[in-house]
């Protein structure tokens, strides 16, 4: 079992930057990959970023160059940092993790960007 808590969410103007944090506790030493998806609303969930135990990291083409996903050196900390936000990243952001062949995830953390 792995417990997920997301942190860092809030309101920012269109431009500026948010870094969200997500601590995963438990069996965490079977964690594969840890990653960050959103859900905006009235759309479905979507990947924006994920990152392997190996360092392994795969964005969505609509935050590359933008986002930069991260893990502490516990590993058991996973953080995104945003940067030159848009209205269009408003979303709930989720945190989970891959342990053998079950997801975890976390309870979301709101991001609003205001124009």
């Known amino acids: 079992q792995v417990q997920l808590v997301e942190s860092g969410g809030g309101l920012v103007q269109a431009g500026g930057s948010l870094r969200l944090s997500c601590v995963a506790s438990?069996?965490?030493?079977?964690?594969?990959?840890m990653g960050w998806y959103r859900q905006a609303p009235g759309k479905q969930r979507e990947l924006v970023a994920t990152i392997s135990s190996g360092g392994i990291m795969n964005y969505a083409d609509s935050v590359k160059g933008r986002f930069t996903i991260s893990r502490g050196n516990a590993k058991n900390t996973v953080y995104l940092q945003m940067n030159s936000l848009k209205s269009e990243d408003t979303a709930v952001y989720y945190c989970?993790?891959?342990?053998?062949?079950?997801?975890?995830w976390g309870q979301g953390t709101q991001v609003t960007v205001s124009s």
């Open positions: 438990g069996s965490i030493l079977g964690i594969n990959a």
């Open positions: 989970n993790a891959v342990v053998r062949v079950y997801i975890y």
